[in-house]
């Protein structure tokens, strides 16, 4: 009787501002990589670049490391997809202003502020 092996596909991950992609067998990080943006490919089973990549990780002993720090990306990515997004309070200021007969220029913007994200190395 033979024995039926089922393999996981690997998945590479590319997280922004991350020059290396990440492996995984997790569908899910997949899946949430892709809808955010995030480069990612499934590859076959058989995959040279993944199994060159894979023994790659496996000689600088960070194999586990990056598995950790991959989850770390996608639980911090799908946190920060929750929280809502903050926005800066809208103020219309009218001030009394003499225009000119055939002046344009009808407001001002006084100050535009952009505001910062709490982990900006995981923006796209």
């Given at each position: 009787?033979?024995?039926?092996?089922?393999y996981?596909m690997?998945?590479?991950?590319?997280v922004p501002?991350d020059p290396?992609?990440?492996?995984?067998?997790?569908?899910?990080v997949?899946m949430?990589a892709?809808s955010?943006?995030?480069k990612a490919?499934s590859?076959?089973?058989t995959?040279?670049?993944?199994a060159?990549l894979?023994?790659?990780e496996?000689a600088?002993y960070?194999?586990?490391?990056?598995?950790a720090r991959?989850?770390q990306?996608?639980v911090?990515?799908?946190e920060r997809r929750?929280?809502?997004?903050?926005v800066a309070?809208?103020?219309?200021?009218?001030?009394?202003v003499?225009?000119?007969?055939?002046?344009?220029v009808?407001?001002?913007?006084?100050e535009?502020?952009?505001l910062?994200?709490k982990?900006?190395?995981?923006?796209?």
């Amino acid at each position: 009787m033979h024995e039926h092996t089922t393999y996981m596909m690997p998945y590479l991950i590319w997280v922004p501002h991350d020059p290396r992609p990440y492996i995984t067998n997790d569908p899910r990080v997949f899946m949430d990589a892709k809808s955010w943006s995030w480069k990612a490919e499934s590859r076959p089973y058989t995959d040279t670049f993944c199994a060159s990549l894979k023994r790659q990780e496996d000689a600088r002993y960070e194999g586990d490391r990056r598995a950790a720090r991959l989850e770390q990306c996608w639980v911090a990515e799908l946190e920060r997809r929750k929280t809502p997004k903050e926005v800066a309070p809208t103020m219309t200021v009218e001030m009394p202003v003499k225009y000119a007969k055939n002046d344009s220029v009808h407001s001002v913007v006084v100050e535009v502020k952009e505001l910062q994200p709490k982990e900006p190395h995981l923006l796209p």
